[in-house]
């Protein structure tokens, strides 16, 4: 079984800086995609980004396109998303998930078949 931890969320002030990691542990897999989904109070999860297991194909999120940067480093098995000027409105819980293995589009929440327990981002203004 594979689990997923995220970690590096917390307060940052608008424009300010976060990275995010996910590590995976237990029985894991190549050929899986890595992503990341959040979801603020009151609001439906959705995509933010996420990379092939090669790290050729990357997808993002229009909100968060030229912002955010996810990475993936698979001998340490731990997937990253590097997130600047950060605004009010990314303030929301930050989900790591896994395709394992690869099973269908990058920004198919539905295609993931882990997650992690997610970790709090929130950004004052």
């Known amino acids: 079984q594979v689990q997923l931890v995220e970690s590096g969320g917390g307060l940052v002030q608008a424009g300010g800086s976060l990275r995010l990691s996910c590590a995976a542990s237990?029985?894991?897999?190549?050929?899986?995609?890595m992503g990341w989904f959040r979801q603020a109070p009151g609001k439906e999860r959705e995509f933010v980004a996420a990379?092939?297991?090669?790290?050729?194909?990357?997808a993002y999120s229009d909100s968060v396109k030229g912002r955010f940067t996810i990475s993936r480093d698979n001998a340490k098995n731990t997937v990253y998303l590097q997130m600047n000027s950060l605004q009010p409105e990314d303030t929301a819980v930050y989900y790591c998930?896994?395709?394992?293995?690869?099973?269908?589009?990058?920004?198919?929440?539905?295609?993931?078949?882990?997650w992690g327990q997610g970790t709090q981002v929130t950004v004052s203004s």
């Open positions: 998930a896994a395709q394992y293995p690869e099973r269908g589009p990058l920004d198919n929440g539905l295609m993931y078949n882990r």
């Open positions: 990379i092939s297991w090669a790290g050729v194909r990357t």
């Open positions: 237990g029985r894991t897999l190549s050929g899986n995609v």
